[in-house]
């Protein structure tokens, strides 16, 4: 479908925990794969008196890659979680990573994020207008990517989807020569299971969203990928027998869950949630990109050991990456 290659990922005082994505998944379990690239040990950053527009040295590598498209997943806890200091190192890392598109959750104070993106002259930002506080955005590189078409999923009828309509943005982008179209959807799922509802609003919001995507499918559009805090494994690890999105696990026909190896894993060094050893911010694609799922790098980006007390700081989930070289 789309474009750029995902050739071989520099490392530079950072780690990854990476998989290489080469054939289907099985149905149950998930297959185990992962390959762990390790660095020497590195200096923690230290977030104190950092503020947005300074200047600060941080080891990372960018995962830009002129014939790839990166998209990154990220749950910026109650953004910004600690005020100045979470924006000036929210600024850095981004800058710093480079990424194609970057998909936010918990966006609490809007104002701040555009003002992190004015200062970074290679983004653009979509803000969801149908949530009430937590809210989504898709930042883009504006140059490379032409937003077409934006709505908030369901907004008249978010009840379970914990009112946060999904965002979806169609991008339009040039591949060899000819006009493609990537359709990005950022959702923000019901969280816990404090509740029996709980679990039964995560699975009617996947039911109502895996319809929306099969007639906008019969309707000739393709190049979805759904991603974001989906607030659930999708896997069983209780053998409970219950699910939340049974609507996708049992179309593999149709989708695809790119994070189901990572989400299988259950290693705190993969995990996206880690203080619950879990993998909530997945990443799913439709039928048309799973060519492009064969040879393309997820990753589980391990800004912890990076960022001195990242937690308390920027959020208590780990970004997540899905790099493909586009068909």
């Not at 493609?180 to 699975?203: A, F, G, T, W, Y």
């Not at 494994?233 to 026909?253: H, K, M, Q, T, V």
Request: net charge negative; glycine share 4%; hydrophobic share 40%.
């Amino acid at each position: 479908m789309v474009r750029r290659s995902f050739t071989n990922l520099l490392i530079i005082g950072f780690s990854f925990a990476l998989i290489t994505c080469a054939q289907p998944l099985d149905e149950n379990p998930f297959p185990e794969v992962i390959d762990h690239i390790d660095t020497t040990a590195i200096e923690p950053i230290d977030t104190t008196a950092i503020e947005p527009g300074d200047t600060v040295e941080i080891n990372l590598p960018s995962i830009d890659d002129t014939s790839s498209i990166s998209l990154v997943t990220w749950n910026l806890k109650q953004f910004p979680l600690r005020g100045n200091e979470t924006l000036g190192l929210v600024e850095l890392i981004m800058d710093s990573l480079n990424a194609d598109f970057y998909c936010l959750q918990e966006i609490m104070e809007r104002q701040n994020l555009r003002n992190i993106v004015d200062s970074l002259p290679q983004y653009s930002v979509i803000l969801s207008s149908e949530t009430s506080w937590m809210h989504l955005a898709i930042v883009y590189k504006q140059d490379t990517f032409l937003p077409v078409f934006t709505d908030n999923l369901f907004a008249d009828d978010d009840y379970n989807f914990a009112g946060r309509p999904p965002l979806l943005v169609s991008f339009l982008h040039e591949q060899d020569g000819e006009e493609q179209v990537l359709n990005i959807i950022d959702l923000h799922m019901k969280c816990c299971e404090s509740e029996p509802s709980d679990v039964v609003r995560r699975h009617n919001a996947s039911r109502m969203l895996h319809e929306y995507l099969q007639t906008s499918r019969a309707n000739g559009d393709s190049n979805y990928v759904v991603l974001g805090d989906w607030n659930d494994d999708i896997f069983d690890p209780d053998e409970s027998g219950l699910y939340s999105f049974e609507a996708f696990l049992n179309d593999r026909d149709n989708y695809k869950f790119v994070t189901s190896a990572l989400a299988a894993n259950h290693s705190t060094s993969t995990a996206s949630y880690p203080s619950w050893n879990s993998f909530l911010d997945n990443i799913l694609i439709s039928r048309s990109l799973f060519d492009e799922y064969d040879g393309s790098r997820v990753a589980t980006l391990r800004l912890d050991l990076v960022v001195e007390d990242y937690s308390s700081v920027i959020s208590d989930h780990r970004p997540v990456l899905w790099s493909f070289e586009p068909n």
